[in-house]
């Protein structure tokens, strides 16, 4: 990975998993980063301590990523504070809570599936001017 000094990253789902994993990697490789979580305040707390422990800046933000709303929030918020973003990485996994009986095929249609990355890149595109 090239250095990534003054490089300003955005991240969904990074507080578990594949994201925290993701969002280390781009702090130790020098770049701020805003993240979002979806529920465990705790764990998004620890991954930005870990940001900041690499005296990086780190940004948590509670949002659901199947709200086309809260995404456009979550990356203004990150673009604002941190004067635009360079980087998005689309790492949040959604899937329903429901036994594999209440879950039908429709669950997992393409329209509810691959919508969620392009809308969250819409965002960031209109969101900061750096990513154009």
């Not at 955005?10 to 993701?22: C, L």
């Not at 036994?99 to 960031?124: G, K, N, Q, Y």
Request: net charge neutral.
């Amino acid at each position: 990975m090239a250095n990534l000094a003054g490089k300003k990253a955005f991240v969904t789902g990074g507080s578990r998993g594949i994201g925290a994993a993701i969002v280390r990697r781009l702090a130790a490789e020098g770049a701020d980063i805003a993240f979002t979580y979806a529920r465990s305040a705790e764990k998004a707390g620890q991954v930005a301590g870990a940001v900041e422990a690499e005296g990086r800046r780190a940004m948590a933000i509670q949002a659901d990523n199947r709200d086309p709303e809260s995404v456009r929030a979550a990356i203004e918020k990150a673009a604002k504070t941190f004067g635009g973003l360079d980087i998005l990485v689309n790492s949040a996994g959604i899937y329903e809570e429901a036994s594999i009986e209440e879950l039908t095929l429709e669950d997992f249609e393409p329209p509810r599936v691959c919508r969620r990355p392009f809308l969250l890149s819409h965002a960031a595109m209109a969101g900061s001017s750096s990513m154009a």
